[in-house]
């Protein structure tokens, strides 16, 4: 997801244009040039009210630009609400709109974490693997735990590696054991086996 910022007008001594009313721009957020529905969705920013309508364009928006605006302006109201009604795109057939919502809840610190642990155990292995995307980025004292717990514990070999470059970044020597359990066993993932390989030397460095 792109961080969307508002331009500053260049000549403040002109009066500024009538600002639409909260329902004109929710009803812009329908409007078929994507830059009115693109600055619809930005100038929706601080309206708790547009909330659902914001939800409801997430899904059928094939704008990436209009699609990121809807996200920033979401995304700034941190709710475990608006966190509930992006999670469910994780599962969404469309790579970009996976991606652009995994972007948007990692900076989401104060509603994202409630929804990890649901998100730890669903069914599809693909949501497991955008998890870790989430966690990647969340700024959240647990997000280590959580990716440590997907390596331990996690069946699926995807989503074992996904977690593995996640936690890679920040990885130290502690997490060398979970690392070399999880290499035990996937045995035959060439990917997982190159990965840990390639990272078991630089942690054995920082302890």
């Known amino acids: 997801m792109g961080l969307v910022r508002k331009q500053i007008p260049q000549s403040p001594e002109e009066p500024a244009p009538p600002s639409a009313t909260p329902d004109e721009l929710i009803r812009r957020l329908d409007d078929p040039d994507p830059e009115r529905r693109r600055e619809a969705a930005l100038d929706l920013d601080g309206m708790p009210e547009a909330v659902p309508e914001l939800l409801a364009r997430l899904g059928p928006e094939q704008e ?22 992006l999670a469910v795109h994780l599962a969404s057939d469309e790579a970009g ?14 509603s994202t974490p409630a929804l990890i642990p649901d998100l730890l155990a669903a069914p599809d292995h693909d ?32 989503v074992v590696t996904a ?10 020597a502690e997490h060398v054991p979970v690392l070399q359990a999880a290499a035990r066993r996937f045995p035959d993932d060439p990917f997982l086996q190159f990965t840990v390989r390639s990272a078991l030397p630089r942690l054995a460095g920082t302890a």
């Open 97 to 110: 709109l996976r991606t652009a919502v995994a972007e948007a809840l990692a900076t989401m610190p104060r």
């Open 127 to 158: 949501v497991r693997v955008m998890t870790a995307m989430v966690l990647a980025d969340l700024p959240h004292p647990d997000a280590q735990s959580w990716l440590a717990r997907m390596i331990d514990e996690d069946p699926h070999a995807n």
């Open 163 to 172: 977690a593995i470059d996640a936690l890679l970044p920040a990885a130290t």
């Open 64 to 85: 990436p630009r209009v699609r990121d605006a809807v996200l920033t302006t979401l995304a700034a109201h941190d709710t475990e609400a608006v966190a509930a009604g």
